[in-house]
Every structure is written in C-alpha cells, then in structure tokens.
C-alpha cells in the first residue's frame, strides 16, 4: 500500500519483518518480509527497487564423493558450470607397492605430461615422455598405509579453448620403505580443446585400490 511522505513515519507494517521502502518521489510502500534464509538485493525493476533473492552461492560446493576400489577410480559427468576444480583423495592405499597415475576424459595417445619435485629425496623429476597418463609420483606406495592424501587443483577446466590445462598437485603417503614421500608438481593435459569432463585415477601395476575416498569440488 503506497502512502505519502507525511504519514511516513507513523506507518507500522502489520507483518514481523516487513519493511517500509520508497517507491517514487515523496512515496513509500511496504515491502513484504522474504522467504526464510533470502537475503535483500538490490532491483531497479521493482516497485520499490529491492527484492527478497536467495544469495548467490559461491565458494566450494561437494559436486561427487566417490569410494576408491577396484582398478579405476572414474569421476564422471563432471558440470563445467565452475571456474576451478579441486580434488581431494583421503586415506587411500593400494593392494600392492604401485604408482598412482591420472587420465582426463578417457583420452589416449601423447596427451598427458608430468613433473614434479619429490619432498623426501629432494630430487626434481624432469618432465615424463608424453603418455596416455600422468604419473603423480615416482615412489611406490605400500599397500597397509592408509594416511596417503592427495590434492589437486584445475583452474579454467571447462575453457574450451585453452588446449593446454595445467593441473596441481600435492601428494603425501608411504613407501615401501615406510619412509614418509611427498610430491609437489604440474600435469599439463595437451591437445586439449573441450571441457574436462572426466578424471580416472589408477595405479600403474594395474593393481587395485585397497581404500580411500575421492572428493571432487568445484570451485566458483
């Protein structure tokens, strides 16, 4: 109900929570409360010019959380509705000493270089021969220790004209001498032109997975 600047003041809004907003030159109007959990924004096509919307989400959201077993570890129909991807696999070991390797989309052929600095032996490997895989470490991780963690990130995943993506990565574990291992290091996935939309990892050996979780986020 618009009212006039005059009687501005005595206006009591019946409902908890509505608002008295102007609405045009010397005029005022009861904006009706929000639904729970909206928040008040800002719109110039509105009577009052302000609204109840539901915050735009932003930061991570947990888009899949997946168990690691078997042989592939496939995060798949990955949305390209984020800027960046991270992944996070906790508490993982394999069914024997073996490598850990990762695949973007399935593809084959000289797709997929890697390097990497290894924390324990404070040595940097060069950059592997072009493969059909990335290898995230050059240490064997023992089948027992369930404390390995990796982290990755991918910025600008779903660019479909950026054909060379850059991942990061972090992995912390144990190897077959129970010494701790840590590798730091790039993948570059080349003759890349279309979104990143699915990510296999698995061990070199073609062993298996004896447990862990793998948690994929995108990032706004």
């Known amino acids: 109900m618009a009212i006039t600047k005059a009687t501005a003041s005595s206006i009591a809004p019946a409902v908890k929570g509505d608002l008295v907003a102007g609405s045009a030159t010397n005029d005022a109007a009861v904006l009706t409360v929000g639904a729970n959990d909206t928040v008040l924004t800002a719109d110039s096509t509105q009577t009052t010019g302000l609204k109840w919307a539901t915050p735009s989400s932003g930061g991570m959201t947990?888009?899949?959380t997946t168990s690691c077993t078997g042989t592939n570890v496939v995060l798949s129909s990955i949305p390209g509705t984020f800027t960046n991807l991270q992944i996070?696999?906790?508490?993982?070991?394999?069914?024997?000493?073996?490598?850990l390797e990762v695949r973007y989309n399935n593809q084959g052929g000289t797709t997929h270089q890697s390097a990497f600095f290894n924390l324990g032996s404070t040595s940097f490997a060069n950059p592997t021969s072009k493969t059909s895989?990335?290898?995230?470490?050059?240490?064997?991780?023992?089948?027992?220790?369930?404390?390995?963690?990796l982290f990755m990130n991918i910025?600008?995943?779903?660019?479909?004209?950026?054909?060379?993506?850059?991942t990061q990565f972090h992995l912390a574990g144990q190897n077959t001498s129970n010494q701790d291992?840590?590798?730091m290091g790039f993948i570059m996935f080349q003759q890349?032109?279309?979104a990143i939309t699915q990510l296999d990892f698995f061990w070199d050996?073609?062993?298996?997975?004896?447990?862990?979780?793998a948690y994929l986020y995108g990032v706004k």
């Open 155 to 166: 910025p600008l995943y779903s660019s479909a004209d950026n054909q060379k993506k850059i």
């Open 192 to 194: 890349n032109d279309t």
């Open 133 to 149: 895989q990335a290898r995230l470490t050059d240490s064997n991780l023992r089948l027992g220790n369930t404390e390995s963690r």
């Open 205 to 213: 050996t073609g062993t298996t997975w004896s447990a862990g979780t």
């Open 181 to 183: 291992t840590q590798s």
């Open 62 to 64: 947990l888009i899949s």
């Open 88 to 99: 996070i696999i906790d508490d993982f070991a394999p069914t024997a000493a073996a490598k």
